[in-house]
């Protein structure tokens, strides 16, 4: 039980040592910017709308081609459109 509390206590301290140093700063700068421009914000920042944005998969069949579309086309995909594994396994 002595043990476990010296370690305990030693680890506390240690870790408390590294708290205190200085943190790294790769890449800071005087010159480093935090905000971007609004365009360059707009390219990493971008969406687009997805073909059953009014209703829900669940109210209307699935359409293969649509899925795929709009996401990676994969057997998950291919799974909400067939909704029974032989038929998916038989497109896959």
């Known amino acids: ?10 680890f506390t301290l240690c870790g408390l ?20 421009a609004d365009q360059e914000a707009n390219t990493f920042l971008g969406r ?8 829900f998969e669940i109210f209307t069949p699935g359409n293969l081609e ?5 996401e990676t086309c994969n057997y998950e995909e291919a799974r909400e459109v067939f909704e029974n594994i032989p038929d998916t396994a038989e497109w896959s």
């Open 1 to 10: 039980m002595l043990i476990l509390a010296l370690l305990l206590c030693h």
């Open 66 to 70: 649509r899925e795929c579309f709009e």
């Open 48 to 55: 687009h709308l997805l073909f059953n944005r009014f209703d």
């Open 17 to 36: 040592c590294t708290c205190v140093r200085k943190p790294l700063q790769v890449g800071a700068g005087p010159d480093s910017q935090v905000f971007v």
